[in-house]
């Protein structure tokens, strides 16, 4: 019975199969999922919801990434890499519409890589001087020994997503990378006081004992905040033919995740089905809404002009589409306390 389930997951008196129960939930035992999801985000947050800006300021990666329209051998894309003084105007008026957080995202660039990652650090750095809201650097993997500096530097959130917990499922989407250290990058990020974001894909030929596998460890991993989304196929990759992944198996793990970690984040991005697939994933219990960009002149990662044309994805417009829906942007000062809260939990 999926209400069982339910209530040893809440009660933290849980095993696998009954995360994977959770997780392939159907018809009313999917409504049950929801429903107690919703109620463990509005206890814990009510109405009141994070919105990240998104700076993807590289898309230059040393990566060959199975799933990636990025990946080094992709010969298709045209790829770009901004200088330090748009970065910093891009994140300023996104600090100026209202969001809580400035997610600085590039591929495994080797230019922002050399000299100790002095490129990257410098646009750390003068992000923060300039802006005084929440950063997140998503650079892929580093050096163990870069994590203080980072934090030094004025990132609040280490995010890389490990996509797979499933060992052998990473090594064919990630070739030629370390599954240790990617899972490491969690726990470096913990020591040096920065908080981590851990993100799992749905739909890249897991099974739902490895999805649960993927949400149990993220758990293990203390990550503060967590993600799924839907596999995108993208041109130019040995994945570009696989069938996309189900936004309901997104929204499903979103929901689980949700009963499982009630007091950390968990975003709906609209990386996949933009602005009309947001109140589906609230609804399943997410509480922050990432992947904002400010207009058509940024890419975002699953699909890169979803809904940037046509300004849905504007920080205005989430805004709208959030109070429409019941709920209401968190402000700065709120994400500021709940990083200070959360990052005294790693001391």
């Given at each position: 019975?999926?209400?069982?389930?339910?209530?040893?997951?809440?009660?933290?008196?849980?095993?696998?199969?009954?995360?994977?129960?959770?997780?392939?939930?159907?018809?009313?035992?999917?409504?049950?999922?929801?429903?107690?999801?919703?109620?463990?985000?509005?206890?814990?947050f009510g109405?009141?919801?994070?919105?990240?800006?998104?700076?993807y300021f590289?898309?230059?990666?040393?990566?060959?990434?199975?799933?990636?329209?990025?990946?080094?051998?992709?010969?298709?894309?045209?790829?770009?890499?901004?200088?330090?003084?748009?970065?910093?105007?891009?994140?300023?008026?996104?600090?100026?519409?209202?969001?809580?957080?400035?997610?600085?995202?590039?591929?495994?660039?080797?230019?922002?890589?050399?000299?100790?990652?002095?490129?990257?650090?410098?646009?750390?750095?003068?992000?923060?001087?300039?802006?005084?809201?929440?950063?997140?650097?998503?650079?892929?993997?580093?050096?163990?020994?870069?994590?203080?500096?980072?934090?030094?530097?004025?990132?609040?959130?280490?995010?890389?997503?490990?996509?797979?917990?499933?060992?052998?499922?990473?090594?064919?989407?990630?070739?030629?990378?370390?599954?240790?250290?990617?899972?490491?990058?969690?726990?470096?990020?913990?020591?040096?006081?920065?908080?981590?974001?851990?993100?799992?894909?749905?739909?890249?030929?897991?099974?739902?004992?490895?999805?649960?596998?993927?949400?149990?460890?993220?758990?293990?991993?203390?990550?503060?905040?967590?993600?799924?989304?839907?596999?995108?196929?993208?041109?130019?990759?040995?994945?570009?033919?696989?069938?996309?992944?189900?936004?309901?198996?997104?929204?499903?793990?979103?929901?689980?995740?949700?009963?499982?970690?009630?007091?950390?984040?968990?975003?709906?991005?609209?990386?996949?089905?933009?602005?009309?697939?947001?109140?589906?994933?609230?609804?399943?219990?997410a509480n922050?809404?990432?992947?904002?960009?400010?207009?058509?002149?940024?890419?975002?990662?699953?699909?890169?002009?979803?809904?940037?044309?046509?300004?849905?994805?504007?920080?205005?417009?989430?805004?709208?589409?959030?109070?429409?829906?019941?709920?209401?942007?968190?402000?700065?000062?709120?994400?500021?306390?709940?990083?200070?809260?959360?990052?005294?939990?790693?001391?």
């Open positions: 019975m999926i209400v069982d389930a339910i209530g040893r997951v809440i009660d933290r008196d849980y095993g696998a199969e009954d995360v994977e129960a959770l997780l392939t939930a159907e018809g009313r035992d999917l409504e049950e999922l929801l429903g107690a999801a919703r109620e463990v985000r509005d206890r814990r109405n009141r919801v994070f919105t990240y800006g998104f700076a590289s898309t230059h990666c040393r990566n060959d990434c199975a799933f990636c329209y990025y990946r080094a051998s992709n010969g298709s894309t045209g790829r770009y890499r901004k200088d330090p003084d748009e970065i910093v105007d891009l994140a300023c008026r996104l600090r100026d519409s209202g969001v809580d957080l400035i997610d600085l995202t590039m591929g495994e660039d080797e230019a922002m890589r050399r000299n100790g990652f002095e490129g990257f650090l410098d646009i750390v750095s003068r992000v923060d001087e300039a802006v005084d809201i929440g950063i997140m650097a998503s650079p892929g993997t580093v050096p163990r020994e870069l994590m203080s500096p980072l934090r030094e530097a004025g990132a609040d959130w280490l995010a890389c997503y490990q996509e797979t917990y499933d060992r052998g499922l990473f090594e064919r989407i990630r070739p030629g990378q370390s599954f240790d250290i990617r899972r490491d990058q969690k726990t470096w990020a913990h020591e040096a006081g920065l908080l981590s974001e851990d993100g799992m894909m749905v739909g890249i030929g897991e099974d739902p004992g490895s999805r649960a596998l993927s949400v149990m460890e993220m758990g293990s991993l203390g990550c503060d905040q967590v993600r799924a989304m839907a596999f995108v196929p993208q041109i130019g990759t040995p994945m570009s033919s696989r069938v996309p992944g189900s936004p309901e198996d997104e929204i499903r793990a979103i929901a689980t995740m949700r009963l499982m970690f009630p007091r950390r984040l968990i975003p709906a991005s609209l990386d996949v089905e933009g602005i009309s697939g947001l109140m589906a994933r609230l609804e399943a219990g922050v809404v990432t992947s904002i960009v400010p207009d058509a002149s940024l890419s975002g990662v699953a699909q890169h002009e979803l809904d940037i044309g046509n300004g849905n994805r504007s920080v205005d417009h989430v805004f709208s589409v959030l109070g429409d829906c019941g709920f209401e942007p968190a402000s700065p000062s709120e994400y500021r306390r709940w990083m200070d809260s959360r990052r005294g939990i790693l001391t």
